[in-house]
């Protein structure tokens, strides 16, 4: 079964760091873009991060660069966001998805909350 499962959502106060995790399975993990992708209360999609299959190259949204860090494991089919000085803008679902190369694996998500 092709998925990714996310990790390490919960609730930090403002300035905080909290370090996602997202562990994928059933895919060649090794060879596929890694993206994170959050939804916030009443919003839409927004693209976090990406990094493509062998880590060289990281992309990040304005509303996160410097803030926040991607990277992967490839030896264990893991790809982090390490989000460090979080804002309540920050406060959303955040998803895991794999690029494959007919369709995206969307994990199930996993709540970020930035509240004093």
């Known amino acids: 079964e092709l998925q990714v499962v996310e990790f390490g959502g919960g609730s930090v106060q403002p300035g905080g760091s909290l370090r996602l995790s997202c562990v994928a399975s059933?895919?060649?993990?090794?060879?596929?873009?890694m993206y994170w992708v959050r939804q916030a209360p009443g919003k839409g999609l927004e693209w976090v991060s990406s990094i493509n299959s062998g880590g060289s190259s990281i992309h990040y949204a304005d509303s996160v660069k410097g803030r926040f860090t991607i990277s992967r494991d490839n030896a264990k089919n893991t790809v982090y966001l390490q989000m460090n000085g979080l804002e309540a803008e920050d406060n959303s679902v955040y998803y895991c998805v794999a690029e494959l190369a007919l369709f995206p694996v969307w994990g199930q998500g996993t709540q970020v909350t930035v509240a004093s």
């Open positions: 059933g895919f060649a993990f090794s060879m596929s873009w």
